[in-house]
């Protein structure tokens, strides 16, 4: 049964006018929300727009090069929460310490060597090439983020998968409140509808063809009519659309990333043991970092140098043994690891950039449990070089370089510049 509406009741006019508005703002709330999914993705990507601003360009600054230690909540992970690390100490004393926090230390200036010793003299990685703005970049991120309702992007080491999250788009908050909205706003305009059609009945003076009817069937054929009409549905096809597109965007951006990833090795070897209590240096172990493009795991006989009398009794350094004497080399599970199509070299890095361990792996002396703290994404690799100035003192294979730079820009001399962008460079 259709309720009749007369062509030239108010009633009418109310009811379209209040359903093509109700649909309008629909579609409006939802593509919204869509249009800022796709910019954020393309974002995470690591296509930063240009121009954008300072806090923007902080954002991915402290991601790349402080998140692995800092939270931008009062959280403390390897170094102090940052939130509020302006009121504390004003930007003059922040630029100092970020670049070089041991200066500060020796400087005996007494706030620093407080905290210093409060963090039991861990020792933060020196930034000397970031620039003042960089710098008060990344204290205007720190202020907004810790300012933001959902502090999703704090703690990308202590928290992993929440940093991906963020990376990938709004927070979930953001998801819950539009998605409620939406249905409050469904219910509103269902009965609407229906108090709209009892009063058109009621108006019309109940001449209709079925007058008596109950308030069960009524209510039906009014739901019956929303399902029907043709803005409702709209935007309905709408909803669905974009939350399909959305879900896709999700999944496509996160293939192969895995970033947080921890698997449980066969030996329960801890690199905050060794490289943290016992300050063994990375390179006795990963002995390819400073000549070639693999870091290598050590094999058995590098533990042996120090386990031959060290702990044997212990069932996991029997392990090890058990591991020699049936010529098996134990089986680590490989953790950080780039798809084939790209080329990526240590000594390049390490030896050559001067770029610490910490940089790329997270505090690795502080983990029980190895675990991958960057993203590896492309987007990661071509962010660090389009801010990393190449290490050029002492390396004459730059000076030209350096010379002929000089006269063409006034910046300092980045990676970008050496051609550290060329797809070839990274790819085979
Ligand atoms: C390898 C770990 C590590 C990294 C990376 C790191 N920090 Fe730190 N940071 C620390 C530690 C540890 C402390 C505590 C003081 C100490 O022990 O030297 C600290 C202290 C600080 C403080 C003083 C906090 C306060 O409460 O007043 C600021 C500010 C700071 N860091 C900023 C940064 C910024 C900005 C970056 C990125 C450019 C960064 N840190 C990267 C470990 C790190
Ligand atoms: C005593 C030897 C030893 C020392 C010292 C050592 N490592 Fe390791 N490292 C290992 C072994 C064994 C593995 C493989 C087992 C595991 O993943 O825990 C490993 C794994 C790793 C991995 C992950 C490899 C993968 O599968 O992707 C990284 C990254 C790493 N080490 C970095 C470091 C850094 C940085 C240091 C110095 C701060 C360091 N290691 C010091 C022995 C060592
Ligand atoms: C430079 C010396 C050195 C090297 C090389 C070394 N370790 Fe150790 N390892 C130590 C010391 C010191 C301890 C602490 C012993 C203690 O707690 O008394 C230790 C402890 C351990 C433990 C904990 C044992 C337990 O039951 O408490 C494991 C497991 C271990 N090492 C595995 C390895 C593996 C695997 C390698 C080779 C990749 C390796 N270590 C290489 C010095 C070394
Ligand atoms: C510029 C970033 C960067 C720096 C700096 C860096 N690594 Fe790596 N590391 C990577 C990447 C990327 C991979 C994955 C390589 C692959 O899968 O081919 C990796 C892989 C590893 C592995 C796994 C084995 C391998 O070589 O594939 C070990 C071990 C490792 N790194 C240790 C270290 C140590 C120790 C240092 C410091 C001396 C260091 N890395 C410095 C980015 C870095
Ligand atoms: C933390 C910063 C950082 C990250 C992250 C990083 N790089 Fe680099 N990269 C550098 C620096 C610094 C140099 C310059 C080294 C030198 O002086 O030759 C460099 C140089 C290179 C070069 C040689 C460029 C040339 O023109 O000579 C290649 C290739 C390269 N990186 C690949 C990669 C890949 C692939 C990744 C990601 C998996 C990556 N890098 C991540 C800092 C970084
Ligand atoms: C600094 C190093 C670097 C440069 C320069 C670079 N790439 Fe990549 N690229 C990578 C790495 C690392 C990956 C693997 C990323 C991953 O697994 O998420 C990758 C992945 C890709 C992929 C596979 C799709 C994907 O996202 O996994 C394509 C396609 C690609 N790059 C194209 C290009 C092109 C085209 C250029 C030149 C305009 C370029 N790359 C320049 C490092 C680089």
Known sequence: MYIPFPEDSKFCSFIKCSKT?????LTIMLSAPGLLWAQD?????GAAPAGGGDAAKGESLFKNN??????????????????GATTRQDMAWLTKWVKNSQAVIASGDPYAVKLYNEYSKAQMTSFPNLSEDDIKGIFAYVDQAAAAPAPTAAAAGGAPAAAGAADSGPSDLFMIVVVALVVVMLLVLGVLLVIVSLLSKA???????????DFLTRFGNSVKNIATDPSIRSATIWIFVLLVLKATLDGAYSV?????????????FSHKLHAGEYKI?????????????????PSANICMNCHGVIKKESPEIQKIYTS????QPIEWVRVHNLPDLAYFNHAQHVNVGGVECETCHGDVA??????QRSSLTMGWCIDCHRQTEVNTKDNQYYDKLVQLHGTESKDALKVADIGGLECSKCHY
Not at 41 to 45: E, K
Not at 283 to 294: A, I, L, P
Not at 324 to 327: A, C, D, L, R, V
């Open 21 to 25: 508005f109700v649909a309008i703002v």
């Open 41 to 45: 993705s393309t974002a995470a990507a």
């Open 66 to 83: 402080c998140a692995q230690c800092h939270a931008v909540t009062d959280e403390r992970v390897v170094g102090p929460g940052l939130k």
């Open 203 to 213: 108006v019309t003076g109940g001449t209709e063809t079925a007058p008596k009817a």
């Open 256 to 268: 192969g990333i895995q970033q947080g990833y921890a698997p449980k090795q066969p030996i329960s």
């Open 281 to 297: 240096d990375c390179n006795y172990c990963h002995t390819g970092v400073n000549r070639g493009k693999s870091a290598h795991i």
């Open 324 to 327: 020699i004497e049936n010529n």
């Open 366 to 371: 502080q983990m029980e449990v190895i675990q």
